[in-house]
């Protein structure tokens, strides 16, 4: 298939990416990539996951993709790969980063599920040149472009000492939300998790925890919507609702000029009716 490369200042989809720690001045990838900013989590976690681990991967990556969430991860063996396909599953929408070039899947043993990926309108995505071989540093430098594609991270099973750990500091970092589920205290692959509660993650144990956070408009029935104080605010409101969440975009559809449109923004913020995700990016509360 066509690989195709583009900075992601040129994608409303990728424009979050741009407000991260050395943010990749391009992106190669094979597929599509959504057009619009839409809600998207990543879901990460050991290689080699327990049955539990296995479990919750599945449930929690096909009950948020159900809803229209993009799920973000690595195409490695284990937790990502169950997470791309629960996600394929309930008819949603995947995307796969890799630490080589997008010409090489890898593992290979991944092959099949890259290509379903493919054929579902989903995207292979990688910062390095077609052609570039995996190499160990770059699986680490790999995870902060999970983390930066997406609104939260889920973390659903990890060893006290974890590669998966660092996708979670470099969320942190980035600002964004990151979700623990819990596990067996006696459980060696459940330490990095239990860890991370700990240490302030939310935990998780259903897909509405994170909905409510990172995408309540998800959950939300038409008739509980918040009401904007001017018609302005109203038609702001149903376009989040919508799922627009690109403040150009917002802007552009609301039809007024950016003065008006900015002050409008900031009332919103300030009563608690929106909250910004960075790099331009907004969503009811």
Same mark, same amino acid.
């Not at 790969?81 to 995307?95: F, M, P, S």
């Given at each position: 298939m066509k690989i195709n490369s583009i900075s992601p200042q040129d994608s409303k989809y990728l424009q979050i990416i741009t407000t991260i720690a050395i943010p990749p001045k391009k992106l190669h990838f094979i597929g599509k990539i959504p057009d619009k900013r839409i809600p998207t989590v990543a879901i990460v976690g050991?290689?080699? /996951?327990?049955?539990?681990?296995? #479990? =919750?991967?599945? $449930?929690?990556?096909f009950d948020i993709a159900k809803r229209g969430v993009v799920i973000v991860s690595g195409l490695a063996l284990g937790v +990502?790969?169950?997470?791309?396909?629960?996600?394929? +599953?309930?008819?949603?929408?995947?995307? &796969? =980063?890799?630490? *080589?070039?997008?010409?090489?899947?890898? /593992? &290979?043993? *991944?092959? +099949? %599920?890259?290509?379903? =990926?493919?054929?579902? #309108?989903? &995207?292979?995505?990688? !910062?390095? !040149? /077609?052609?570039? !071989?995996? @190499?160990?540093? $770059?699986? %680490? !430098? @790999?995870? @902060?472009? =999970?983390?930066?594609?997406?609104? &939260?991270i889920i973390v659903t099973e990890a060893a006290a000492r974890s590669g998966t750990l660092s996708t979670a500091a470099h969320a942190l970092e980035q600002g964004r939300e990151v979700f623990v589920v819990p596990g067996n205290i006696t459980s060696p692959?459940?330490?990095?998790?239990?860890?991370?509660?700990?240490q302030g993650a939310h935990p998780i144990t259903c897909a509405e925890d994170v909905l409510e956070i990172i995408a309540p408009e998800l959950l939300r029935p038409q008739s509980l919507l918040p009401l904007g104080?001017? /018609? %302005? #605010?109203s038609k702001i409101i149903s376009l989040l609702q919508s799922g627009i969440r690109d403040g150009e975009e917002l802007q552009v559809l609301s039809e007024v000029d950016i003065v008006e449109f900015s002050r409008a923004i900031t009332m919103m913020e300030i009563s608690g009716t929106i909250r910004a995700l960075g790099g331009n990016q907004w969503t009811l509360r």
């Open positions: 050991s290689r080699k /996951p327990t049955a539990y681990g296995k #479990e =919750v991967t599945y $449930q929690l990556a +990502d790969a169950i997470a791309h396909r629960a996600a394929l +599953d309930a008819g949603g929408k995947t995307l &796969a =980063v890799l630490a *080589n070039g997008v010409d090489i899947i890898y /593992p &290979a043993t *991944n092959r +099949d %599920l890259a290509y379903d =990926v493919l054929a579902h #309108e989903g &995207a292979i995505i990688s !910062e390095y !040149e /077609p052609g570039t !071989e995996a @190499r160990d540093f $770059q699986f %680490l !430098e @790999r995870n @902060r472009i =999970v983390s930066g594609l997406s609104d &939260a692959l459940s330490a990095g998790c239990n860890n991370l509660i700990k104080s001017t /018609p %302005l #605010e």
